[in-house]
């Protein structure tokens, strides 16, 4: 299970914060989780460690989509598992 995230630059700045602030929070939530960053560029990515890791990664993306700031920075939020990926953010 990954999940992947990219922002607005410009929503970002918009909102007063600069996108590696934004960026250090997104993976803060997740690395003291111990879920690994797998991919820190333009696009955030993180993998689960085991299949319990699957409820904590939920609870920390429906903690972001509830958070303003995320969703108005967030471009992108794409869930993929053995399912085949689904862009999490057509379904809020």
């Known amino acids: 299970m990954k ?3 990219s922002f607005d ?3 970002v700045e918009q909102r007063g914060y600069r996108l590696e602030d934004v960026h250090r929070t997104v993976k803060n ?3 003291a ?3 690994p960053c797998i991919a820190d560029g333009s696009t955030l990515a993180f993998e689960n460690k085991d299949h319990g890791d699957f409820v904590v990664m939920w609870d920390i993306i429906l903690s972001l ?3 303003e700031w995320f969703v108005y920075c967030v ?3 794409v869930w993929k598992d053995e399912d085949g990926e ?3 953010l ?3």
Do not use: G, M, P, Y
Request: proline residues 0%; positive net charge; hydrophobic residues 55%.
């Open 3 to 5: 999940v992947r995230f």
């Open 9 to 11: 630059k410009a929503a």
């Open 29 to 31: 939530l997740f690395v």
């Open 33 to 35: 989780h111990n879920l």
């Open 65 to 67: 989509l509830r958070s």
């Open 75 to 77: 471009a992108s939020c």
């Open 86 to 88: 689904k862009d999490i």
């Open 90 to 92: 057509v379904q809020i």
